[in-house]
């Protein structure tokens, strides 16, 4: 399995608190991607990185925020959780560039949040 | 807008029987299509990829890919129980997948 490691695993927070998830990788992989999951939408793109400092918006990114300090650290910012952003959030890394050679991505665990 | 479409089940087949699983694709410029399972409560597990159309094998599955018709499959032979699971299709292309909602797959003793 691949060595990611997703923190807290389950989070249980009131409306307008700032909520920080934590993903961390021992592969040494340049990409690293935040997903969300919830009944009848799939898997959404939130944010990705590409190198440390270096991170685009993905399809749902509005009321995320992402930073990347170092290669095996990707976190996740709610900065103001709202009921919408309840879900379950998978981190994911790829040693390429997803959709490209060698972008297959490999998931954790993922992190379960409920938004009260 | 991107889209994967998906039967979303759930499709059930008896033990040791071929499993097929479809997915259709909006997006022409998608280079790259994987093939994930994903138990209950479980993260995505990725177990196929494919670049070209054609077939490609590995042990019980099989991906085929037409990329004129915008259709990739997964077949599974000989079906197990352990077999039961969501099976979600994503194609990819300028640095993300886009995934289907998923095939819920049964498979009876």
């Known amino acids: 399995d691949a060595g990611i490691t997703q923190s807290p695993r389950h989070k249980v927070t009131e409306t307008g608190t700032p909520v920080t998830l934590r993903c961390h990788q021992t592969?040494?992989?340049?990409?690293m991607y935040w997903y969300r999951q919830d009944p009848g939408h799939g898997l959404r793109l939130i944010h990705y990185?590409?190198?440390?400092?270096?991170?685009d918006k993905g399809e749902v990114s509005d009321g995320y925020s992402v930073s990347r300090s170092k290669t095996e650290d990707f976190l996740l910012t709610l900065e103001s959780a709202t009921s919408s952003q309840t879900s379950v959030y998978f981190c994911?890394?790829?040693?390429?560039?997803?959709?490209?050679?060698?972008?297959?991505?490999?998931f954790g665990e993922g992190s379960r949040l409920t938004v009260l | 807008q991107k889209e994967v479409e998906q039967n979303s089940g759930p499709l059930s087949v008896p033990e040791g029987a071929i499993a097929s699983l479809n997915c259709t694709y909006s997006?022409?410029?998608?280079?790259?299509f994987f093939w994930y399972r994903q138990y209950s409560g479980k993260s995505p597990e990725l177990i196929m990829s494919?670049?070209?159309?054609g077939d490609k094998e590995d042990g019980r599955f099989t991906a085929q890919l037409n990329k004129a018709s915008q259709y990739v499959s997964l077949l599974i032979r000989d079906s197990q129980p352990s077999d039961s699971a969501t099976y979600l299709c994503?194609?990819?292309?300028?640095?993300?997948?886009?995934f289907g909602k998923g095939t819920k797959l049964s498979v009876k003793p």
């Open positions: 592969e040494n992989h340049r990409y």
């Open positions: 994503a194609p990819g292309s300028q640095g993300n997948l886009i």
């Open positions: 994911a890394i790829s040693p390429g560039l997803a959709g490209g050679p060698g972008g297959e991505l490999f």
């Open positions: 494919i670049y070209s159309n």
């Open positions: 997006d022409r410029g998608s280079q790259s």
């Open positions: 990185s590409y190198g440390v400092k270096d991170t």
